[in-house]
């Protein structure tokens, strides 16, 4: 695998990590919109943090695709997203375009 390939998978799984948060985001103004109470919606990275265990630093350098994380560091991630494996890789994963991630490794190379 060549070094781009894998800065791409790094991008790629910061980027699904992101889409479940931003998504869990509106489920959570939906719900505040109800009047609901949601203390347990994940829809920050610091929410990660705390149901992860994994420090918000790391959370946030696999985000932006700086970090490559074991696959401990996975598990943990989503569990604290309450998802499964392949619910995240069908879900999630799988789903970012290739316009997507050009998009993004353009911003980042610009940084």
């Known amino acids: 695998m060549t070094i781009q390939e894998k800065e791409i998978l790094k991008m790629k799984f910061g980027m699904a990590v992101m889409k479940r948060i931003e998504e869990n985001k509106l489920i959570?103004?939906?719900n505040k919109q109800k009047g609901k109470l949601d203390n347990v919606t994940i829809d920050s990275?610091?929410?990660l943090e705390a149901s992860s265990g994994i420090p918000y630093a790391s959370i946030n350098q696999i985000v932006n695709g700086r970090k490559n994380p074991s696959f401990t560091t996975i598990s943990a991630l989503l569990e604290g997203l309450d998802l499964k494996l392949d619910e995240?890789?069908?879900g999630y994963y799988y789903k970012i375009s290739d316009m997507e991630l050009e998009k993004r490794l353009k911003s980042k190379k610009g940084k």
């Open 88 to 90: 995240f890789f069908t």
């Open 45 to 47: 990275l610091r929410k």
């Open 28 to 30: 959570a103004k939906a």
